[in-house]
């Protein structure tokens, strides 16, 4: 959606479920953009938030497993502020869960507009 820029961080939580007969192991958790930060909720137990590898860092891995029937959230953080004012516009960012049973990796997707408001 239209987000403003100086309206501070903006937070989503996505939910999924485990429908497969299997536990699926979260290994790591990155994101494509410095202005977005996510972390993963099973539980009580969450880790922290994860931003964008690149520049020298990489984010250390995660050991979270969600087990069949299970649901898991995905907190994710958007700063709109975060490229200043040439990041008014459209935007489109990823969230990369790599999973290690099965192995793999799956994307989670979301846009929207900076704006002035």
């Known amino acids: ?24 192991k979260i290994k790591k958790i990155a994101t494509s953009c410095m202005c977005t930060k ?8 969450s880790t ?6 690149g520049h020298g860092g990489i984010n250390p891995g995660v050991n979270l497993e969600i087990p069949s029937g299970g649901s898991a959230k995905v907190v ?3 700063d ?8 008014v516009g459209p935007f489109d960012r990823s969230i990369y869960l790599t999973f290690s049973d099965p ?11 900076v704006s002035y408001n």
Do not use: C, W
């Open 80 to 87: 709109p502020a975060a490229h200043g004012p040439s990041g």
């Open 76 to 78: 994710v953080n958007f």
């Open 38 to 45: 996510a972390k993963v909720v099973v539980g009580e137990i």
């Open 1 to 24: 959606g239209r987000v403003d820029l100086k309206g501070g961080i903006v937070e989503k939580v996505y939910e999924g479920k485990n429908t497969s007969d299997k536990t699926l």
């Open 103 to 113: 192995v793999g990796i799956k994307e989670l997707k979301f846009k929207g507009v």
């Open 48 to 53: 922290q938030f994860f931003g964008m590898e």
